[in-house]
């Protein structure tokens, strides 16, 4: 698949089919029945990829708590702090993040620099709380920044939601503006989305972890946005790094999903670190003394997935 350009295309009508078939990357969770081996590798495709600095504008649509935003908002504030803080060995979101920052310079690319430039809200839901998949890049077309996150609250239907998905990224408006939603899935499916802090729906029955930042929600969201975060960076359009069909790519963390520590297994989430106080499970330390839980990126050096811990 070539590069191409939105705005010297001579048929844009086209393209925006095109887009809105292809560029929308699910990040499926493949725990139990699904599960695959992952890839041998991802190839890049020679695209562009996400470097240098993006701004980032999230849209809270529905209601979140006070609580529920500084757990995600403290999550993107994570990736890009200063490491010092921490001994070489502490497992941290920076360091999940350095790894998937090689994609980049493999390709030659700058290192990515996540910046949290806008917050907007929508709590009384303007268009409703039934949402399709053309609504959702509606809602983030009509913001500003150069990656969008649109946040679903946990009262919030959307299409697709709970099938198969949890979120997904997709592009389509302008070379320099991609988005990512993921709803909260609560209420609705957090067996699937918001697994292993909930019962899963199906497959083995083990306990559920606890949630390291106490809100089996806005945790599972973390985990769903961390690894579209890693897809939407390397494989913007379609054509950066993945593996297998491009309409259901694997990407740098979905290629590893539901692989969280060492030793996991579909149904297990493998050997992770436990808050003595809290017994909450985690593998990644954050800013402003939280704790996360982070899916084991692919690790290009390696070719293989990585855990955390
Ligand atoms: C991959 O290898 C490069 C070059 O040796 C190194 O700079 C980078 O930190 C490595 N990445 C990971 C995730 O180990
Ligand atoms: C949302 O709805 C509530 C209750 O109807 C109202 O008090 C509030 O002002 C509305 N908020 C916005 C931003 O419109």
């Known amino acids: 698949m070539g590069s191409f350009d939105y705005y010297k295309n001579p048929y844009p009508l086209l393209v925006l089919v095109f887009l809105s078939l292809l560029h929308i990357t699910y990040g499926a969770r493949t725990l139990f029945s699904l599960y695959q081996p992952p890839p041998m590798s991802l190839t890049y495709h020679n695209g562009e990829l996400l470097e240098s600095e993006i701004k980032i504008s999230i849209l809270w649509y529905g209601k979140f708590s006070p609580a ?22 502490t497992p941290t979101v920076t360091k999940w993040w350095q790894t998937i920052q090689t994609y980049l310079t493999k390709a030659g690319k700058k290192e990515t620099r996540l910046v949290l430039s806008n917050q907007f809200t929508d709590e009384n839901c303007s268009i409703g709380k039934t949402l399709k998949k053309s ?13 969008i996150l649109v946040l679903t609250a946990q009262d919030v239907a959307v299409e697709g939601f709970c099938m198969g998905n949890c979120g997904y990224h997709g592009s389509g408006q302008g070379k320099r503006s991609v988005f990512i939603w993921v709803g909260n899935s609560a209420i609705q499916c957090p067996g699937q989305c918001a697994w292993p802090f909930h019962q899963p729906i199906y497959g083995p029955q083990a306990k559920p ?88 990126p692919f690790d290009p050096n390696k070719s293989a997935c990585s855990t955390m811990v």
């Open 209 to 296: 972890l606890g949630a390291p930042n106490g809100d089996v929600g806005a945790d599972g969201m973390v985990v769903n946005i961390a690894s579209l975060l890693a897809g939407v960076v390397t494989n913007p359009y379609g054509n950066g790094y993945y593996q297998g069909p491009a309409e259901a790519p694997l990407e740098a963390a979905s290629a590893c999903a539901g692989l969280y520590g060492k030793k996991a297994y579909p149904g297990y989430a493998g050997e992770l670190l436990v808050d003595s106080i809290t017994g909450a499970s985690y593998n990644a330390h954050g800013t402003n003394g939280r704790k996360y839980l982070l899916p084991g």
């Open 135 to 147: 609504q959702i890049s509606e809602l983030a077309h009509s913001k500003k920044g150069e990656l």
């Open 68 to 89: 529920q935003k500084s757990i995600i908002v403290d999550f993107l504030q994570s990736l890009n702090s200063p490491s010092k803080i921490w001994s070489r060995n």
